[in-house]
């Protein structure tokens, strides 16, 4: 993957991250992009697994080293404690979503 293809956006989202193990062509795919945008762009992670296990979601111990060293590095943690806001907010159906119609 080439430099530009790494930082074509100002800010990559990876949302549920570590819900399924990366083979290992993945986590290198993977570290080729974070390594591109390190330092350059910005890389926001959201996950249910804590930080201290996200290094076990990856098939390669050498290659999950250098991606979270990479995520890790110069980071901001935010890390939320509670309940789900889905389990805690009611649920709505589609008609209390919808306008009245006369």
Do not use: F
């Amino acid at each position: 993957m080439s430099t530009e293809a790494g930082q074509a956006h100002d800010l990559l989202i990876l949302d549920d991250w570590g819900l399924a193990p990366l083979t290992a062509p993945e986590a290198r795919d993977l570290l080729e992009v974070v390594d591109d945008r390190c330092m350059a762009r910005s890389t926001l992670v959201s996950s249910q697994l804590p930080v201290e296990n996200w290094h076990s979601t990856m098939a390669d111990p050498t290659v999950a080293d250098a991606i979270l060293d990479r995520l890790v590095h110069n980071a901001y943690r935010l890390a939320l404690k509670g309940e789900s806001l889905r389990k805690v907010q009611p649920q709505t159906t589609t008609n209390e979503n919808q306008e009245q119609q006369p």
